[in-house]
């Protein structure tokens, strides 16, 4: 990844795998709907093995407002600017789920104690765009930060997208043109060699704000499709369903910018689809794995989905790795042949069909009996595997275990009052295989102002779930 005038990132996926090992992470730690009246903050986290504060949190930054729901994080320049020797990565952009706030932070001056550079008001996305509830945030290859946003201003469901200047950060408006916009959204990632932006859907702001109730599924509150944009336009062209209650969230491509086609992640029929690029030039997708309901006791509902929340690609795009956070696993899959992938590693970390709990399970596809609950460090885990991330070489994966404050409350009442954990997974790149780092425990249960609900992890230098290459 040698040039004369480099920008951020790297030159190709390639050369990022090469890149340096992690030594800190950046994690939003979340205060709302735990009972403690503090501001959500970013945690620092040192994962350098050879430090004297391994696994511990070194610093923390404190947001000056209550209950924004700091949720998932990205760049103001990534890979998508490498070429650029004027862009440097050195602010975090942090949206609040909730408040519809965003912290622009700085990571440059100090990366181990970064600091609140600027705050966009959610009167700003609410009057200069007419949207609420930013969710992704990626950097564009311009210089400037595209977010996706889950509603509008009343709380209603609206998927349409914010612009901010990638130097001032203020909001210069929509990015979509056009009357036509999805009535949810969520996630997505772009890919200007196919002129494609795809976006997800999660679900209706006031609908999923504190819980999840099955029967907004049937009244059309959560979502079901995949939405195509015109790149160049930034038009709304199609929509691929997924079918009624799918909810996809995560939604990747191949890191590969040639590679026309991608894999997305279906949270309630916990299944993964992958999307292609037809001979016609429109979208298309197929469903390539399932994970089966087991039919429970005990539970909200006679049959509990796999619940697949998050979803990540190995920079190489030979892996495919995700979390279903209610049975409690992480699976890894060989994707050399996208069409057919291959379950190679599967590991347990908790979850809510293990041994000894409420739920009793009384038909499961998969397992022959219960998992036993997962102790580390004689730390009985609450919860169940949600955020994961990759280190860049593929050897480590890094997991959280809560999903949403409003959910966790609901369905880890443990995780709520106990705070949640980071784990570390090592990972065999040869053959496939997953296995708990006995040795890594990063306990958000023992913060200074009590429990804490700990969520995405970014890494200093950018990860496989935040860099485009175009």
Request: aromatic content about 10%; glycine content about 10%; charged content about 25%.
């Amino acid at each position: 990844a040698k040039c004369g005038a480099c920008g951020p990132g790297y030159a190709t996926p390639l050369d990022a795998m090469k890149g340096p090992r992690e030594k800190i992470v950046y994690v939003p730690c979340i205060y709302r709907n735990t009972g403690t009246e503090k501001p959500d903050y970013l945690a620092t986290v040192d994962v350098d093995p050879k430090s004297p504060h391994y696994c511990q949190v070194i610093h923390r930054l404190p947001m000056p407002n209550l209950k924004d729901e700091l949720h998932h994080s990205g760049w103001n320049a990534c890979s998508s600017c490498f070429g650029d020797a004027t862009k440097k990565r050195n602010r975090l952009i942090l949206p609040s789920l909730i408040s519809s706030r965003v912290y622009v932070v700085d990571v440059g001056t100090d990366p181990r104690a970064p600091k609140i550079h600027k705050i966009v008001e959610p009167v700003e996305l609410f009057w200069k765009g007419n949207v609420a509830n930013p969710h992704t945030s990626h950097c564009l290859g311009s210089g400037e930060i595209l977010i996706s946003c889950l509603g509008d201003p009343s709380g209603n469901g609206k998927g349409g997208f914010i612009l901010l200047d990638g130097e001032t950060f203020e909001v210069k408006g929509n990015w979509e043109n056009g009357e036509k916009v999805p009535t949810l959204g969520y996630d997505f990632w772009y890919q200007p060699r196919h002129n494609v932006l795809m976006s997800t859907e999660w679900g209706t702001p006031k609908a999923l704000a504190n819980g999840f109730n099955p029967a907004d599924v049937e009244k059309g509150h959560y979502g079901r499709r995949i939405n195509v944009w015109d790149w160049s336009t930034h038009t709304y062209v199609q929509s691929i369903d997924l079918g009624k209650g799918s909810i996809p969230l995560e939604i990747r491509f191949l890191h590969n910018p040639e590679a026309a086609e991608g894999f997305v992640g279906c949270a309630l029929d916990s299944a993964v689809h992958r999307f292609y690029k037809t001979e016609k030039g429109d979208w298309a997708a197929e469903k390539v794995i399932e994970v089966p309901s087991k039919k429970v006791q005990g539970w909200l509902l006679p049959d509990m989905p796999g619940l697949i929340t998050d979803i990540l690609i190995s920079l190489d795009d030979r892996f495919l790795y995700f979390s279903n956070w209610l049975h409690g696993d992480i699976r890894q899959y060989d994707i050399s042949n996208t069409r057919q992938p291959k379950l190679v590693g599967q590991v347990f970390l908790g979850g809510s069909v293990t041994k000894g709990g409420p739920v009793t399970v009384v038909e499961d596809k998969e397992l022959q009996c219960q998992p036993e609950p997962f102790v580390i460090k004689g730390k009985k885990v609450p919860g169940g595997p949600q955020m994961i991330q990759l280190s860049l070489d593929g050897k480590r994966l890094y997991v959280t275990s809560s999903l949403y404050s409003g959910w966790d409350k609901q369905f880890y009442p443990d995780l709520v009052k106990e705070g949640s954990v980071m784990l570390q997974i090592d990972v065999d790149t040869e053959r496939g295989g997953l296995k708990v780092n006995t040795n890594f425990l990063v306990d958000f249960g023992k913060e200074p102002d009590g429990p804490v609900l700990a969520h995405e992890i970014r890494y200093p230098g950018g990860d496989c779930t935040s860099d485009i290459w175009i």
